[in-house]
């Protein structure tokens, strides 16, 4: 049988049931309230961790152009060194940013992400080697030698050939003494004038034939020079002339083998060309990241739009 409540239990009843829905509807309402703000917090998150990698992409790369730049590896150092603390920066950034996608976010920000990361990885290759060249400037070493002590050493053979000419000036073989000494001059010369060409070059089939003009003007020196020590044997300008030339050449094979490592040129090479590529990639990445954590949707908030638009 079964018992129905009377009209008195009912009544008794109303005022408990009134409650309960009181407290229903105000939990909701504190939901509701509560939901958007969670949201937003949670965007905000995101899209601050995404904006801080980008400032330190960026970051990353000014300073890696200013290692490649610096004239000094003092300089150099210093610069690939914040170039690499901005990367491990963007790095545990990174790391942050894939914990949280893990529990929130959408499945498109985590695919940009993941296309961020491939192309971030690539970022940290390429800088691994590119400052490592950076750091050791050794086109700028060899651009010192050829102008400073080279070039010293070159215009001093000349000079003390020239004190040598001067003092055979009445000699019988006071021609042929000019003669041999202007084509070693002018040898001596045309090997130093090679030797910008040989640093600022980035081919080594073309440092090749430098090296072969090189190597025949250095014999054309010394034939020169030892056709002046049979006629002049002993004189002291051919003596000082011949240690010229003799420390010329010890430093124009530093020069070139300075040179031969072309860091420098490599490194100004990879910047400009593979670093930029993947630099660009990793910022446009971040940005469709950045868009699409803006772009997600949340009740009641129209980010400055009217909600209902007339």
């Known amino acids: ?29 504190f939901q509701k309230a509560e939901d958007p703000a969670r949201q937003l917090a949670f965007k905000a998150r995101r899209v601050d961790l995404v904006s801080r990698m980008q400032l330190g992409i960026s970051s990353a790369s000014e300073a890696e152009k200013s290692a490649v730049l610096a ?27 894939g914990e949280i996608l893990k529990t929130g976010g959408t499945q498109g920000e985590r695919d940009l992400l993941a296309q961020f990361s491939r192309a971030f990885a690539e970022f940290q290759r390429i800088d691994t080697g590119l400052l490592d060249l950076a750091v050791r400037n050794t086109n700028l070493k060899a651009y010192g030698l050829a102008f400073g002590p080279a070039a010293q050493e070159v215009e001093q053979m000349n000079a003390a050939l020239s004190r040598m000419v001067t003092a055979h000036i009445d000699s019988p073989e006071a021609k042929k003494i000019m003669l041999l000494a202007y084509r070693a001059e002018t040898a001596a010369l045309r090997i130093q004038a090679s030797l910008a060409p040989h640093i600022a070059e980035e081919e080594n089939l073309k440092m090749d034939r430098m090296e072969a003009s090189m190597r ?31 420390r010329f050449s010890r430093i124009r094979t530093r020069i070139l083998a300075l040179s031969r490592e072309n860091t420098n040129v490599r490194s100004l090479s990879i910047s400009l060309n593979e670093k930029l590529k993947v630099t660009l990639l990793c910022q446009a990445t971040l940005d469709a990241l950045r868009q699409a954590i803006m772009d997600e949707p949340i009740a009641g908030v129209t980010y400055g739009r009217p909600a209902r638009p007339r």
């Open 71 to 97: 004239i000094t590896d003092r300089d150099s150092q210093v610069f690939a060194d914040r170039a690499r603390e901005a990367t491990a920066v963007v790095e545990r950034e990174r790391g942050e940013l």
């Open 1 to 29: 049988m079964t018992i129905k409540p009377g009209i008195k239990a009912i009544l008794w009843m109303l005022p408990g049931a009134a409650i309960m829905l009181a407290l229903i509807l105000a939990v909701a309402h």
């Open 216 to 246: 025949k003007e250095d014999g054309l020196v010394r034939k020169d020079l030892d056709g002046l020590t049979a006629l002049v044997d002993g004189d002291a300008g051919l003596a000082q002339a011949v240690s010229h030339y003799t």
